[in-house]
């Protein structure tokens, strides 16, 4: 049981998650379970393990992860704890022909069977065949490595259609990173992505952005795993550009920025001249690490750097405002003055009751 209420389906009848779905450490705990330990989270990048030999450790739902590509070429993903008594396998990143246990020695090969037990002695019962790393779940999507703890998970793209044929027509395969940025928030993971997925706040906290955009015509289309927003951009019109410098001093008639995002946790943000991934890792209850990294699309213009830096500074000032209001927001959660979810606006939030459907879906899943 999730202690969430059932579902409401029509969102003109539909209010948001209650407080204590952004509070509750009951709930938290459900979550890394039934949402994180069942869903493709990114881990690294693809480049870090290009070459067999190759490895990287990561984590996931507070799980310690190592992913290898072995000596055939395949890349693998497993649990990094040692069949002994539960010691690393691995740290950092580099290239080895194995990994080795940091406690006692035991060596693995990269596909993960165990292959030495220094010292062991008599072990009449022991089957070193049945004592490998365990498994999980390895992808590689675009620059990305996605993990997903369930070994038998479903593909990843598959899963998100639109999401994975949009960002391959706009050639992720081929970008490369730029950037990276970190942030830590002080809310919940779910305050985050709610306020990602609907452009309703645009006006009243965004207001350089809102310039930019199209607001009239701004959507969220909604699927099954994932859900994207389109905003047209507006052609710069010389006006009130001189006051306000517009950021997308290029865009032409019928540009638009796509966002994307991928239940529960991860966002591809596409623009005319530029692409970045947003990732949001619950650290605890009210805690939240939000990961930026900006890729090059390499047309549009002749000094890729400074667009580049150019985009991130923009995008610096937006996730300011929304760290602030996030901030706010998870104040307001925690207040008697809020005693039960409030009414979402049917023409504006169907992403987020889209988002907080699976949310609660997942939950009650055993
Ligand atoms: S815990 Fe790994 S060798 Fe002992
Ligand atoms: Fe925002």
Redesign the pocket.
């Known amino acids: 049981m999730s202690g969430l209420p059932p579902h409401e389906t029509d969102l003109t009848r539909a209010h948001a998650l209650p407080a204590h779905a952004y509070t509750d450490p009951a709930l938290y705990a459900l979550e890394r379970e039934r949402i994180f330990g069942r869903t493709w989270q990114p881990v690294g990048n693809a480049a870090d393990v290009r070459h067999a030999g190759d490895f990287f450790t990561s984590d996931v739902a507070g799980e310690p992860i190592v992913v290898t590509r072995d000596a055939g070429g395949t890349l693998r993903a497993f649990y990094n704890v040692c069949r002994h008594r539960a010691g690393p396998v691995a740290e950092g990143k580099g290239s080895r022909h194995a990994l080795q246990c940091k406690y006692h020695g035991w060596t693995y090969d990269l596909d993960g069977k165990l292959r030495t037990t220094p010292e062991l002695g008599a072990a009449p019962d022991f089957d070193p065949a049945c004592n490998g790393l365990v498994r999980c779940a390895v992808e590689a999507f675009g620059p990305f490595i996605f993990v997903n703890l369930d070994a038998d998970a479903a593909p990843l793209a598959p899963s998100i259609p639109e999401m994975a044929q949009a960002a391959k027509d706009r050639g992720l395969d081929t970008m490369t990173s730029v950037g990276r940025r970190e942030y830590e928030v002080a809310c919940n993971w779910k305050v985050y992505v709610d306020?990602?997925l609907e452009?309703y706040?645009?006006p009243h906290?965004?207001p350089g952005?809102f310039r930019e955009l199209d607001y009239n015509a701004y959507r969220v289309e909604t699927r099954d795993l994932h859900s994207s927003q389109i905003a047209p951009i507006r052609p710069p019109d010389g006006t009130h550009d001189r006051k306000h410098p517009r950021q997308y001093r290029h865009a032409q008639q019928g540009d638009e920025a796509l966002y994307f995002w991928a239940f529960p946790n991860w966002m591809l943000n596409i623009y005319p001249d530029n692409m970045s991934i947003n990732i949001v890792v619950p650290l605890s209850i009210d805690r939240t690490l939000t990961i930026f990294e900006w890729f090059l699309v390499d047309r549009v213009t002749s000094d890729p750097r400074s667009e580049t830096e150019r985009a991130m500074a923009f995008s610096d000032g937006?996730?300011q405002?929304?760290i602030e209001?996030c901030e706010a927001v998870q104040r307001g959660l925690r207040s008697r003055g809020y005693p039960s979810g409030g009414k979402l606006s049917s023409a504006r939030e169907n992403g987020v009751h889209h988002f907080q459907g699976l949310v609660g879906k997942f939950l009650s899943r055993n």
């Open positions: 306020n990602y452009g706040h645009l906290v965004h952005l937006i996730q405002e929304d209001i």
